[in-house]
T-cell receptor
Framework: DTGVSQNPRHKITKRGQNVTFRCDPI?????LYWYRQTLGQGPEFLTY????????KSRLLSDRFSAERPKGSFSTLEIQRTEQGDSAMYLC?????????FGEGSRLTVL | RKEVEQDPGPFNVPEGATVAFNCTYS??????FFWYRQDCRKEPKLLMS???SGNEDGRFTAQLNRASQYISLLIRDSKLSDSATYLC?????????????FGKGTKLSVKP
């Protein structure tokens, strides 16, 4: 399967714990995006990389959130000191032009 | 005003019906427009881009009205398999060149 891969698919954690999600994009895609989606809402933009450079960050991305793409390939999204409001599906997408190809997402539940 | 607004529906239609979804966007400088489809508990997938002149892909027709900042999607002869949420998407503008902004989506349910 050469699509966008995300791990873990599901994560249940207690409030205050740190969590990290990983995204492996389609190999030839230079752009990588993180979105967050809650029930009944469309995906909300979090951040965007072109190669290893993080070019945009949403104001939604508090200082508890950090994303990296160290070698311009895979990316990680870390959430520190999780809160119940962080419970959501975290979607990664990659692209070469404008069309986004999404992974299946990582569902986070904060108890 | 939200950046991208859609009627959330749900739209419940019988098989074979024609259904139209509308979407408005707030910034006139937006350059690129898309419709994505999202099945229940699945990731969004690109359905079609929206071009200024309007474009058609089989039973699907997308149109853009820049003056009114309005995008539409028309589905003709709807099938059971068209049941999904349809997301209107606008490419960022100004400093937001990279990101795509999604509407909340319009839910379509096609019944036999």
């Amino acid at each position: 399967d050469t699509g966008v891969s995300q791990n873990p698919r599901h994560k249940i954690t207690k409030r205050g714990q740190n969590v990290t999600f990983r995204c492996d994009p389609i190999s030839e895609h230079n752009r990588l995006y993180w979105y967050r989606q809650t029930l009944g809402q469309g995906p909300e933009f979090l951040t965007y990389f072109q190669n290893e450079a993080q070019l945009e960050k949403s104001r939604l991305l508090s200082d508890r959130f950090s994303a990296e793409r160290p070698k311009g390939s895979f990316s990680t999204l870390e959430i520190q000191r999780t809160e119940q409001g962080d419970s959501a599906m975290y979607l990664c997408a990659s692209s070469w032009t404008v069309d986004l190809f999404f992974g299946e997402g990582s569902r986070l539940t904060v108890l | 005003r939200k950046e991208v607004e859609q009627d959330p529906g749900p739209f419940n239609v019988p098989e074979g019906a024609t259904v139209a979804f509308n979407c408005t966007y707030s910034n006139s400088a937006s350059q690129s427009f898309f419709w994505y489809r999202q099945d229940c508990r699945k990731e969004p997938k690109l359905l079609m881009s929206v071009y200024s002149s309007g474009n058609e892909d089989g039973r699907f027709t997308a149109q853009l009205n820049r003056a009114s900042q309005y995008i539409s999607l028309l589905i003709r002869d709807s099938k059971l398999s068209d049941s999904a949420t349809y997301l209107c998407v606008v490419k960022g503008y100004g400093g937001s060149q990279g990101n795509l902004i999604f509407g909340k989506g319009t839910k379509l349910s096609v019944k036999p």
